[in-house]
């Protein structure tokens, strides 16, 4: 995307970028059928950032001289320092990707190199790229890595925006929080922009992130792009189509450890089964009478508004939680784990749970360390690293350890309970993948009989992925 150069006819348009946008000032009839619309306040053409690629490719089709004062990336020297051998579907992934115009997402499962891709496009580009992270755990991951790949041409200088931080460089990290914040500044100083776990991409603030940017080239990188909302198609807006995938059991085996999964499904006492009736019959009567879609995308916040509104209510919401509470924590299933953990004793166990009051029970009955999203970062990391050495067997977490944490040691998960998203569910069995010699990991989800989670169990196994 290089402006035309000083050689060429007087430009008859002029590109510029203003917090986020493009201005675009020029004769009608050179800048007519251009994705942007009439700005009366600056009297030009203004279109989100994002649209930079399609005006110039739409300026230079019709042979229109233009000035670009819009961008202000960089071209970087060729790294030297890219020395790892790409696997032969890492090579395949980039070259779907160039072939796409350089947009698009790849799918690759927890494990299988996503990272590797994202360096190869960078070196491939050799553009000023900005990294995009969900959480700051991975902006540092991504800042060593980066570091350690293109450290020697880049003057050691890998810049971080974010948690504290903001010091730009041509290869910069950040979070899809402060890109939000701070696009509309430094959405002209990246050619290429790589989203890391883009399924987040379709929320609304990460989105309007993602428009302020003009970088012409762009990677999302994700395990699983499927999203419950409706939203997909806003990730095919700013990121591309899916350009390639490959799934975890195509992977199992020779780049991924081998694994099975185990479904196990126990049931409750005749006591602790009648008070779980009793419970969801109270919270499925409100639920009916106030005509609320529990499996539409608002059904959840819709029962939480009206719960609040009368004591009827309120003993709804209490009765949700105490059925929950009793499919999630039944004693046959605690019992259950029990069994796992000694069973394992020798292995490297994660176990998995929907919500923190559970992990602290299992933190407290197996003496096992939590993890959960009020754990410092310190003590996060000192857990994680005893872990890896073996001083802890097991670990017990929510939803934290779902993405963005590289464990290789681990190869027993225990999902205990969680949603039907089938992304969760791919995530945490992602989490034991990461190869090792004669590594072979399993995965037991533990189902408490006859309540919704055999529900729930069914929708988050609906996946090719695990089967």
């Not at 590109?15 to 009297?43: H, K, M, Q, V």
């Not at 009916?288 to 309120?314: K, Q």
């Amino acid at each position: 995307m290089n402006p035309a150069s000083s050689s060429a006819p007087a430009p008859a348009v002029t590109l510029r970028f203003r917090a986020g946008t493009i201005e675009i000032a020029g004769r009608p009839a050179d800048t007519a059928g251009l994705p942007a619309s009439w700005d009366e306040r600056s009297a030009c053409l203004r279109a989100p950032a994002c649209a930079y690629a399609a005006i110039v490719r739409g300026l230079r089709a019709r042979g229109v001289p233009y000035s670009d004062q819009a961008r202000r990336y960089d071209t970087m020297a060729t790294s030297t320092l890219v020395h790892r051998e790409p696997r032969p579907y890492q090579t395949a992934a980039l070259a779907a990707w160039r072939a796409n115009g350089f947009r698009g997402v790849v799918v690759l499962p927890t494990g299988a190199g996503k990272t590797l891709v994202a360096h190869l496009a960078i070196d491939d580009r050799k553009r000023s790229a900005l990294v995009v992270t969900p959480t700051l755990d991975l902006v540092r991951q991504w800042h060593d890595g980066l570091l350690a790949t293109f450290g020697g041409t880049m003057g050691g200088n890998i810049g971080i925006v974010g948690g504290g931080d903001y010091d730009v460089r041509p290869l910069t990290v950040t979070t899809y929080d402060s890109a939000y914040l701070h696009m509309e500044h430094l959405g002209d100083r990246f050619g290429l922009v790589v989203f890391d776990e883009c399924h987040h991409l379709p929320g609304e603030s990460y989105a309007l992130g993602a428009r302020l940017c003009l970088a012409p080239f762009r990677l999302g990188l994700t395990a699983t792009p499927e999203r419950s909302d409706g939203r997909d198609a806003i990730l095919d807006e700013l990121c591309g189509p899916v350009v390639y995938r490959k799934d975890i059991v195509e992977l199992a085996g020779e780049y991924l450890a081998d694994y099975e999964t185990v479904r196990v499904s126990v049931d409750l006492s005749p006591a602790e089964r009648a008070e779980y009736e009793r419970e969801r019959a109270i919270y499925r009567q409100f639920v009916g009478d106030n005509g609320i879609v529990m499996t539409s995308p608002r059904g959840f916040s819709d029962f939480i508004i009206r719960s609040s509104r009368s004591e009827a209510g309120r003993r709804a919401f209490a009765a949700y939680r105490r059925q929950r509470e009793i499919a999630f924590t039944a004693p046959a299933k605690l019992d259950y784990l029990e069994r796992l953990l000694f069973q394992h004793r020798h292995d490297r166990a994660i176990v998995f749970t929907q919500d923190n009051a559970t992990v602290y029970l299992l933190s407290r009955r197996f003496l096992v360390p939590a993890i959960t999203h009020l754990t410092k970062v310190s003590e996060r990391s000192a857990v994680l690293a005893g872990f890896s050495r073996g001083e802890y067997a097991a670990l017990a977490t929510s939803r934290v350890l779902n993405e963005g944490v590289d464990i290789p040691e681990a190869n027993v998960a225990v999902v205990m309970s969680g949603s039907g998203s089938v992304r969760e569910h791919v995530q945490r069995l992602g989490r034991i993948l990461r190869p090792r010699a004669g590594k072979r990991a399993v995965l037991y989800e533990l189902v408490t009989g006859g309540t919704s989670e055999s529900m729930t169990s069914t929708r988050r196994r609906d996946h090719v992925a695990y089967r």
